[in-house]
Each structure stands twice: as structure tokens, then as C-alpha cells.
């Protein structure tokens, strides 16, 4: 029977409170690996609700602990402000 496994290689918020994730994917069949990647991913402040869906977020604590610490309302507000005021600027 195939099978993944997600191994975390780093998470880390960057200077626009995004969350950021290097992740290793092992493929394994029959518990034997067959093959292995290195994905990526990144959620905006605003994403709170699909970081809950994801495999990745919905699996790992490390990165639910990097949203409850640094996601705050204040940084989300913050966040949103910042989005709007950028695509003000662009559609001026």
C-alpha cells in the first residue's frame, strides 16, 4: 500500500507575517521508499480558515503554533490594511 509522509524542515513567519514552510514528501510503498520531494508553501495572515484544511498546516503543530503566537487580530487587521492600501495604489 502507497503512502506519504511529511517531514517539516523548516517554518518560519518572514517580515510580511507570513508563514512560511519547507516540507519533505516520502513516498513509501509497502513501508519501503520510493520517493522523496521537497515542496514549499506560504499563508497569508488572511488564510487562517484554509491553513485548517491543509495537510500540511492540519498536520504538523509547529506551524499552528507559528499562527497562534505571531496571527494575532492586530497583525491580521494590520495585514488586510496593507493589502487594500497596495491595490489602492495600483488601480490609482
Same mark, same amino acid.
Request: proline share 3%; aromatic share 6%; hydrophobic share 45%.
Given at each position: 500500500?502507497?503512502?506519504? =509522509?511529511? %517531514?517539516?524542515?523548516? $517554518?518560519?513567519?518572514?517580515?510580511? *507575517?507570513?508563514?512560511? +514552510?519547507?516540507?519533505? #514528501? ?16 506560504v499563508?497569508?495572515?488572511? =488564510?487562517? %480558515?484554509?491553513?485548517? $484544511?491543509?495537510?500540511?498546516?492540519? *498536520?504538523?503543530?509547529? +506551524?499552528?503554533?507559528? #499562527?497562534n ?24
Amino acid at each position: 500500500m502507497y503512502t506519504e =509522509e511529511i %517531514e517539516i524542515i523548516t $517554518a518560519a513567519i518572514n517580515n510580511c *507575517n507570513q508563514i512560511e +514552510v519547507l516540507y519533505r #514528501v516520502i513516498g513509501k510503498n509497502n513501508e519501503t521508499e520510493v520517493m522523496r520531494r521537497q515542496e514549499g508553501r506560504v499563508w497569508q495572515p488572511t =488564510e487562517t %480558515e484554509l491553513m485548517l $484544511a491543509d495537510t500540511i498546516s492540519g *498536520n504538523h503543530p509547529m +506551524v499552528q503554533t507559528l #499562527v497562534n503566537a505571531f496571527w494575532t487580530p492586530e497583525v491580521i487587521a494590520a495585514y488586510q490594511a496593507a493589502q487594500a492600501a497596495a491595490e489602492a495604489a495600483r488601480n490609482a
